[in-house]
Structures are given as C-alpha cells and as structure tokens.
C-alpha cells in the first residue's frame, strides 16, 4: 500500500454526485463497502495481479443505501492483490455453488506495488483534484 497525500482528503461530497462525475473516468465502488464506508477503485493494471487506486470514503450523513448520503474523502492510496492461478482450472460446478465460490481469495492481499505504475498513481490523483476541487 501506498499513501498519496491530496488536497481531497477531508472533503466531504454527495456520494451520488461522486458516482455521477468519477463512474465515466472508470472509478468503481469497491465490493469492501459496508453502509458506513466504502471506496472507489480505479485497476490501473492487471498484468501480475491487480494494481489499484482506491479512493476510500467514510460516511458523514445517513446511509451508503440512502439517495442522500454524504461522504467524507480518506487518503487515496496504491494497492496491489496478486491472486492465486489455476484455481479455476478442471473445476465442474453447478450454477448454485459458483455463485458462492466464484472469487478466489488473494494469493497476497498487500503485494508489492510495480514501481511503473506510481506515477500512473500520482497522476490520477491530480485528475481527481481537477475533477473535485474545480
């Protein structure tokens, strides 16, 4: 993991307004949400894993499931998961099991982040400045 200090830290949005301007330009509601948190994730790459700018964000006013809902900004960071292969190889399941196991845990959750991509990094986060504080 690594930090990128920014100007959007602190900043509190409409989280519909955050979707509306952020969904376009490829950003994701991570699937670690829960109805006080969540974050946005942009892949960057997925040659050897997967490599991340997640924009986290905290709940100020309601609910994640709430039309109204206000978020305060976290400290957008760098993550990698490298995750394990072959898992799916010469696996038979039924439709009822594969919507269980149809995620593999990750190989290592905190991989070593490439070092080509941190400038990639650095750059979206001054687009995100642009976008937000603009």
């Known amino acids: 993991m690594i930090p990128i200090p920014s100007e959007i830290q602190g900043q509190v949005f409409s989280l519909f307004d955050l979707e509306q301007k952020l969904k376009p330009r490829g950003y994701d509601i991570g699937g670690n949400w829960d109805y006080d948190h969540g974050s946005f994730d942009y892949k960057i790459s997925d040659e050897v894993g997967y490599q991340f700018l997640r924009v986290p964000f905290s709940v100020v006013n309601g609910q994640l499931d709430d039309k109204e809902v206000t ?39 905190d991989a070593e982040f490439p070092e080509e991509y941190i400038d990639t990094g650095k750059e979206l986060v001054e687009e995100l400045e642009r976008i937000l504080l603009t």
């Not at 990698?80 to 959750?109: C, M, T």
């Open 71 to 109: 978020v305060r900004l976290g400290e957008p960071y760098l993550l990698s998961h490298k995750y394990q292969r072959g898992l799916d190889d010469n696996v038979h399941v039924g439709n009822f099991s594969a919507s269980f196991d149809q995620f593999s845990e990750p190989q290592d959750p």
